[in-house]
């Protein structure tokens, strides 16, 4: 159900995007919350918070910066130190409250070796 969705909001990315011009009133917007929300959140609570965001894109509310809220527990033995190890970061989290984070999407892109 997750990757139907993902493929979903892919294809709503690439084609919609062609007929709008940056009309969302948040950063990120509310298709990229949505992607990261139900990559990295429970799927039905996901879902609630992505419908209360879009609800929420329109001239009544004020917009801005809001970056999706995850709830996660680490485990620190998943943690290694290696000298020869790349690390790939595609989300930053962000604490908040205990266990909960604020979800930064990385842009860092890793370089080509060509």
């Given at each position: 159900m997750r990757k139907i969705l993902l493929l979903f909001l892919k294809l709503?990315?690439?084609v919609f995007t062609l007929f709008s011009y940056g009309s969302c009133r948040y950063y990120p917007?509310?298709?990229e919350?949505?992607?990261?929300?139900i990559e990295e959140n429970f799927l039905p609570k996901a879902l609630l918070?992505?419908?209360?965001r879009v609800l929420r894109c329109n001239q009544l509310f004020k917009g801005g910066i809001e970056y999706p809220v995850v709830k996660k527990k680490?485990?620190?033995s998943l943690i290694k130190k290696s000298d020869n190890a790349k690390i790939l970061i595609k989300y930053w989290f962000v604490p908040k409250e205990?266990?909960?984070?604020f979800l930064i999407?990385?842009?860092k892109k890793e370089k080509?070796?060509?």
């Open positions: 709503y990315q690439k917007t509310c298709s919350y949505a992607k990261w929300q918070f992505s419908f209360l680490f485990d620190k205990k266990d909960e984070y999407k990385s842009f080509s070796p060509c």
